[in-house]
C-alpha cells in the first residue's frame, strides 16, 4: 500500500489552522497514525486508529478520515508544532509510511 | 519512565555485516511486538521489520527479507536486528519502536546510525 502526503511542505504563522493530508492507494479502514518529528529526534505517535489522540497529545491536535483519505489538523499552530509530519498504515504487512509534510514557519 | 535505547551503529563496508541492540526499561517488554524503521539521510521512515512479543511471528520488509534477521531476549528485556550482507542503500538511522495496539508505533528510541561505505 503506497501511503501519499500532501503537500510537501507547509508555510503557516503561529496561530494559524494546519490541515494535511494523506492518501492510501487501497483501503486501510482506520488503521492509520500520524506521528510528529523535531530534527535529531525519533518520531512521537500523536493519533492512531484514525482519529484517537495518543497519551499526553494536546486536544489542538485531531484526525480524521478511513478508507483511503485521512487529514490531520492542528487547529492553532504553537511554536514546538513545526516540524515534519508523517501518516502511517498498520492495515497490513508490510506497514508503510508517507513522504511526510513538513511544516515551516511562514 | 518508558524507553527504548539503541546502540551498535557504526560504519561497515558493503557486504558486511552489523548487528543493531535496543535495550527497553520502564514497561513489560515481554508482553509487546517490537519493530525496527529506518531513515536514510535526509529521507522519511521506512518499516524494516516486526517481532511479536514472544518471537514467534516476525515480518520484513521486502528491501531487508533475507538479509536481516530480527530476534529478542525477553529475559534481557533486548530487542536484536542482525544484519547481513549490507549494501549502500542500507545507510540509515535505525530505530527500534514498540507496538501499540494494532501496530501504531508508540514509544521511539532516539535512533542509530548505519554508514555502509567502503
Known amino acids: 500500500i503506497v501511503m501519499t502526503q500532501a503537500p510537501a511542505t507547509l508555510s503557516v504563522s503561529p496561530g494559524e489552522r494546519a490541515t494535511f493530508s494523506c492518501r492510501a492507494s487501497?483501503?486501510?479502514?482506520?488503521?492509520l497514525a500520524w506521528y510528529q518529528q523535531k530534527p535529531g529526534q525519533g518520531p512521537r505517535l500523536l493519533i492512531y486508529g484514525a482519529s484517537i489522540r495518543a497519551t499526553g497529545i494536546p486536544a489542538r491536535f485531531s484526525g480524521s478520515g478511513s478508507g483511503t483519505e485521512f487529514t490531520l489538523t492542528i487547529s492553532s499552530l504553537q511554536s514546538e508544532d513545526f516540524a515534519v509530519y508523517y501518516c502511517?498504515?498498520?492495515?497490513?504487512?508490510?506497514?508503510?509510511f508517507g513522504g511526510g509534510t513538513k511544516v515551516e514557519i511562514k | 519512565q518508558v524507553q527504548l535505547a539503541e546502540s551498535g551503529g557504526g560504519v561497515v563496508q558493503p557486504g558486511g555485516s552489523l548487528r543493531l541492540s535496543c535495550a527497553a526499561s520502564?514497561?513489560?517488554?515481554?508482553?509487546?511486538?517490537m519493530h525496527w524503521v529506518r531513515q536514510a539521510p535526509d529521507e522519511g521512515l521506512e518499516w524494516v521489520a516486526f517481532i511479536q512479543y514472544d518471537g514467534g511471528n516476525k515480518y520484513y520488509a521486502d528491501s531487508v527479507r533475507g538479509r536481516f534477521t530480527i530476534s529478542r531476549d525477553n529475559s534481557k528485556n533486548t530487542l536484536y536486528l542482525q544484519m547481513n550482507s549490507l549494501r549502500a542503500d542500507d545507510t540509515a538511522v535505525y530505530y527500534c519502536?514498540?507496538?501499540?495496539?494494532?501496530?501504531?508505533?508508540?514509544?521511539w528510541g532516539q535512533g542509530t546510525m548505519v554508514t555502509v561505505s567502503s
Open positions: 520502564g514497561f513489560t517488554f515481554s508482553n509487546y511486538g
Open positions: 519502536a514498540k507496538r501499540w495496539g494494532n501496530d501504531a508505533l508508540d514509544i
Open positions: 487501497q483501503s486501510v479502514s482506520s488503521n
Open positions: 502511517q498504515h498498520y492495515n497490513n504487512w508490510p506497514l508503510t
